[in-house]
């Protein structure tokens, strides 16, 4: 027994000089806004993942932790993001940022695809430190560490480009979120020829993704995002025999809702330009009124739209204009896509499928089968009928 104590007191210094030499796990504290469910649950969920791993230590206490993991929600219109900003209280540096930018909150996309991609930033961000520069940190205070790669001296100097944005900018960049001061700019800096890419958003405008080219000197740019479009018309054939429809579109809730109204007619048509017709007294009038959404927001350049409306058909007659027999009111559905055009955000392309259910007693018993036949309308009940084949739309939508 006295042989084994001697052992023990023997290779314990040998034990504790090993141990000065071993990483030196960093200790990391979550600080997060009060009063913002989605950040907490991302927070609460960080600190439970932190805790399983043998690199870093989670603190209670912010003041005494070396690093800090800060998690936010931002509002711009109708989106949100969750950010998640890591910084080295070492350095003072930033040493990784990254948001969750959505429209409908996604508990499991946000678990199970934003979070590890969080952890893995944490986890290469923050290593267990060297015991000598462990040992320095304690002594002296992170001013005596440096854990970024020093810049060589003579070598290129960074420069300022200050951008003149909207009211409440934010830019979300690789390296962080940036907001508007006070004074309507955003300052950012980095080496000349830098290409820093960027999405920028802000409340009442299309956001925006693209690069920023930084110049050989300072310099300041005007920083333009598009307003949302609050009205647009619309200019649509529908097969060669109705030729064109012109309608008008009031957007709602930053052009993911709008109304619309348009009126259609067969008078001008190409068939009536091929066949030279000119008897208007066969003509009609067909106002369209509905309400409809968008899938994608304005910045996507093709968008899935669909839309309901109610409509009805005035002929025109010998003794003036009367509702028609043949569609006396009917129920539109319209589903289709809105086109970026040659670049253009305010001039796009549409085309769209509306299939109708209208009411007539034209096609009922003993007209149903005199007019049999392709393009006949499906009989539902009663008077109530179904376009299906044919109603195909094509043209184009100018914001205003």
């Known amino acids: 027994m006295t042989e084994r104590l001697l052992l023990l007191l023997c290779l314990f210094p040998l034990f504790l000089w090993s141990q000065e030499d071993s990483p030196v796990q960093r200790s990391i504290a979550v600080v997060t806004e009060e ?4 950040s907490m649950l991302l927070a609460e969920n960080l600190e439970a993942e932190i805790l399983n791993l043998d690199t870093l230590d989670l603190a209670s206490d912010p003041e005494a932790s070396d690093a800090l993991i800060y998690v936010g929600r931002l509002e711009f219109g109708s989106r949100s993001s969750l950010w998640v900003r890591g910084l080295d209280r070492y350095t003072d540096q930033e040493v990784f940022t990254d948001t969750y930018i959505f429209q409908d909150f996604d508990l499991e996309e946000l678990l199970t695809d934003f979070l590890p991609r969080v952890l893995s ?11 000598e520069a462990a040992r320095a940190a304690a002594a002296g205070g992170k001013a005596d560490i440096i854990f970024s790669r020093p810049k060589a001296e003579g070598g290129p100097v960074p420069v300022a480009l200050k951008l003149k944005v909207p009211p409440e900018t934010i830019l979300v960049l690789d390296k962080g979120i940036r907001k508007n001061e006070q004074n309507g700019f955003i300052e950012l800096r980095a080496l000349p020829g830098s290409i820093l ?12 993704e693209g690069e920023l ?20 018309v619309e200019l649509k054939a529908r097969l060669w025999e109705f030729g064109a429809a012109a309608g008008v579109i009031r957007f709602l809730l930053d052009e993911e809702i709008y109304l619309y109204a348009s009126l259609e007619q067969n008078i001008l048509s190409l ?15 067909q106002p369209v009124a509905g309400i409809g959404g968008y899938g ?5 350049p093709v968008r899935p739209y669909m839309g309901f409306g109610v409509l009805t058909r005035l002929v025109f007659g010998d ?4 509702l028609s027999k043949t569609l006396t009111a009917g129920i539109d559905m319209s589903m289709g896509l809105d086109m970026a055009l040659f670049r253009r955000e305010d001039l796009r392309l ?18 149903k089968e005199y007019h049999a036949g392709k393009g006949q309308p499906l009989h539902l009940e009663g008077h109530w009928h179904l376009q299906w084949s044919g109603p195909v739309n094509l043209g184009i939508r100018w914001k205003l």
Request: aromatic fraction near 22%; avoid cysteine.
């Open 296 to 300: 994608l927001g304005p910045e996507y």
């Open 319 to 322: 003794e003036g204009m009367y």
């Open 35 to 38: 009063g913002h469910p989605q």
């Open 121 to 131: 930033a944490v986890e290469k961000g923050f290593p267990p430190l060297a015991a």
């Open 271 to 285: 068939k009536n330009l091929f066949t030279l017709w000119t008897d208007t007294s066969r003509g009609f009038l």
């Open 350 to 367: 549409v085309l769209d499928y509306t299939p109708r259910f209208f009411y007539s007693s034209f096609y009922d018993h003993p007209f």
């Open 197 to 208: 890419p960027y999405r920028a958003e802000a409340p009442g405008y299309v956001p925006a």
């Open 213 to 232: 080219l930084f110049g050989e000197k300072d310099e300041t740019r005007s920083f333009d995002l598009v307003p949302y479009a609050e009205w647009a």
